[in-house]
């Protein structure tokens, strides 16, 4: 069975910290795909990143950057520099070979960033 | 380009009644999936199709269906309405529903059931 864990609930931070959103994924699988989305206010999820389980290089994007370790099936997510637009809810998900587009999330982070 | 596109955007009904939701994918797309998502059980998917087949169900009753039209637009029913199924009904595109795509997600529809 496959799982994702977003143990952060809610963080909340003061602009310009730097914050990291914690992601642990669990599956069988040797070929399987990781997703971050954001969810804001207005509800539709927007895409951020894609990585496949053969490719560990971290990237970076702007003030984005994620960690992807396979030793710890970790996806760790980090924002440097908040803003107050970057506030909204941050999944994590899995999707492995054959599941047409079924996406495991993870429960979420209610990520505020305060003035 | 229009992106995904979820009506109606809000909806009440009241236990037992059934009701039915549309989306129409991003024009080119041809996989659109249903999630489901509450409060307590988070974002779970409810089922993909693709040309008009469904290819990938996940774990809800069979109160639960959708289908697809010829041109990738797609409905979900439920049927026999249940306080539970108070939640965001999201629906997502993308060109083939392989494992790697990424999704592109409608606002969604809220749904209260009362």
């Known amino acids: 069975a496959q799982k994702v864990t977003q143990a952060q609930t809610e963080i909340s931070v003061v602009e310009k910290e730097d914050v990291t959103l914690d992601c642990v994924y669990e599956t069988r699988d040797t070929t399987y795909y990781l997703f971050w989305y954001k969810q804001p206010p207005s509800g539709e999820l927007v895409f951020l990143i894609r990585?496949?389980?053969?490719?560990?290089q971290n990237e970076i994007s702007g003030r984005y950057s994620w960690n992807f370790q396979k030793s710890t099936s970790s996806f760790n997510f980090t924002i440097t520099a908040s803003q107050v637009v970057d506030s909204a809810v941050y999944f994590c998900?899995?999707?492995?070979?054959?599941?047409?587009?079924?996406?495991?999330f993870g429960a979420g982070t209610r990520l505020a960033v305060h003035p | 380009k229009a992106g995904v596109t979820q009506t109606p955007r809000y909806l009440i009904k009241t236990r037992g009644q059934q009701v039915t939701l549309s989306c129409s994918p991003i024009s080119g797309h041809r996989s659109v999936s249903w999630y489901q998502q509450t409060p307590g059980q988070g974002l779970q998917f409810l089922f993909e199709y693709f040309s008009e087949t469904q290819r990938n169900k996940g774990n809800f009753p069979g109160r639960f269906s959708g289908r697809q039209f010829s041109n990738s637009r797609s409905e979900m029913n439920v049927s026999t309405l249940e306080l539970g199924d108070s939640a965001l009904y999201l629906c997502?595109?993308?060109?083939?529903?392989?494992?790697?795509?990424?999704?592109?997600f409608g606002s969604g529809t809220q749904l209260s059931v009362l």
């Open positions: 998900a899995l999707s492995v070979s054959g599941g047409y587009n079924k996406l495991i």
């Open positions: 990585r496949n389980s053969f490719d560990e």
């Open positions: 997502a595109s993308s060109w083939a529903g392989a494992t790697n795509e990424k999704l592109f």
